[in-house]
């Protein structure tokens, strides 16, 4: 079969195919722990489901305007007014199927071939595909000191006369990292002086711990006129638990979002009527859900971290955020692929390599499942990886026995 030469060099998604293994292998019932989950697990918001329900019991479920429906665009700018400081007009704010669909509006509206991206490495698994799926070239850049928080100097050094745009992603998938205000308000100025677009991919905005604030990119742009070349992604899918619902968001100047709709519109018309009414619901609706989504992550994080250090061979470099961490396996396994496949096949514990997110030798572990989950897959990493551990171990009634030292 003939495809395109883009599609050649698309992979598929390595987290969601691993959701699809840990499902088969729970279907034959073995008892998998997923600990590569993108996803919190808590109900969707009632407002939400009451807001859907609202319009489904209507019966008059159609199409919608191409860039949202006019209350979730005021309830994203109300959202941007509360917790950005800086109100949008509608025209700035356009809603899509999830904040992947808004992020790929704009890398199609923005990027000529060969044109370039920067984003810090470890990066969201599916930034790299994306940017080729426009003709474009991922640019993912190393900090130089190893760590997971870039510095300005690592991003200049790799811009040149064919960068066209950055993408950040505080707080980070995979490591969880929140970035610095300073660093990202380096960004901002470094964007605006060199003319670059500059893409702030906060979809796990609020999801952050130990009192910190969420950093906002408008507080540090001198350009808020509709020149301005900051695009800030947003959605309801991790905050509010809603990922199967896809609604994300852009908020950018109005004639990107022009731009931006009119390919939306010629891919997939505006995002479902069902969905966009239950993420207005989530928006406008009682907000306990997000704080205590946020207090259980942190709570799971903790819980996480202790079962780590108690890890010999494994450095953990504290998450601030997000329901990920990154830690580094590779005093174990310096191959991230083989590393995760021995976890899976022996101790039936899922974990994503760090290869994925351009980091060998880590693996990403979520905590966004139960405590339970947590202490036992770790437990279970612990068994297969510490050569002095017992020979068997028991998951249930079901005896594993070391064939490996
Ligand atoms: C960094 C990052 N950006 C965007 C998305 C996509 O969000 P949505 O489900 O709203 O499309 C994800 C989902 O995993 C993500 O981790």
Redesign the pocket.
């Known amino acids: 079969m003939s495809i395109s030469l883009i599609a050649k060099t698309i992979g598929e998604s390595a987290?969601l195919k691993l959701n699809e293994v840990a499902a088969i292998l729970r279907a034959k019932g073995d008892p998998v722990i997923h600990l590569g989950g993108?996803?919190p697990k808590g109900k969707a918001p009632l407002d939400a489901i009451l807001a859907a329900a609202a319009l489904l019991n209507s019966g008059e479920v159609r199409y919608t305007a191409l860039d949202g429906i006019p209350a979730l665009k005021q309830a994203i700018i109300r959202y941007t007014e509360e917790f950005y400081g800086w109100k949008p007009a509608p025209e700035n704010v356009m809603a899509s199927?999830?904040?992947?669909?808004?992020?790929m509006s704009a890398l199609h509206a923005i990027l000529n071939p060969q044109e370039e991206v920067i984003f810090p490495v470890p990066y969201?698994?599916?930034?790299p595909d994306m940017v080729k799926l426009v003709g474009a070239i991922p640019v993912p850049v190393t900090p130089e000191d190893g760590s997971f928080i870039p510095r300005i100097q690592d991003i200049e050094q790799v811009t040149g006369s064919y960068t066209k745009m950055v993408i950040l992603?505080s707080p980070?998938?995979p490591s969880g990292a929140v970035y610095p205000a300073e660093f990202v308000a380096d960004v901002v100025d470094f964007c605006e002086r060199r003319g670059l677009y500059l893409v702030m991919?906060d979809?796990?905005h609020r999801l952050i711990f130990d009192g910190r604030e969420p950093v906002n990119a408008y507080e540090f742009a001198k350009d808020r006129s509709n020149n301005s070349k900051l695009i800030i992604?947003n959605?309801?899918?991790?905050q509010y638990a809603m990922?199967g619902f896809?609604?994300?968001w852009a908020v950018a100047n109005p004639t990107l979002i022009e731009v931006m709709t009119n390919i939306q519109g010629h891919e997939t018309s505006g995002p479902s009527a069902l969905l966009q009414h239950a993420a207005v619901g989530a928006i406008n609706g009682i907000q306990s859900s997000v704080n205590n989504l946020r207090m259980t992550l942190e709570n799971n994080r903790n819980v996480l971290l202790d079962q780590l250090r108690s890890f010999d061979g494994v450095r953990i470099e504290e998450p601030g955020g997000?329901f990920y961490s990154f830690p580094d396996f590779s005093h174990y396994n310096k191959n991230s692929v083989e590393l995760s496949q021995f976890l899976l096949d022996k101790v039936q514990v899922v974990t994503v390599p760090g290869s994925e997110f351009g980091m060998e030798g880590h693996l990403r572990l979520s905590y966004c499942g139960s405590i339970k989950e947590i202490n036992e897959g770790i437990e279970r990493m612990k068994w297969a990886l510490d050569p002095n551990s017992p020979n068997e171990l028991y998951i249930g009634e079901r005896k594993l026995v070391r064939d490996w030292s």
């Open positions: 987290t993108g996803e199927g999830g904040a992947k669909q808004a992020i969201w698994v599916s930034y992603n980070n998938n991919d979809i796990y992604i959605g309801v899918s991790k990922t896809r609604i994300g997000t």
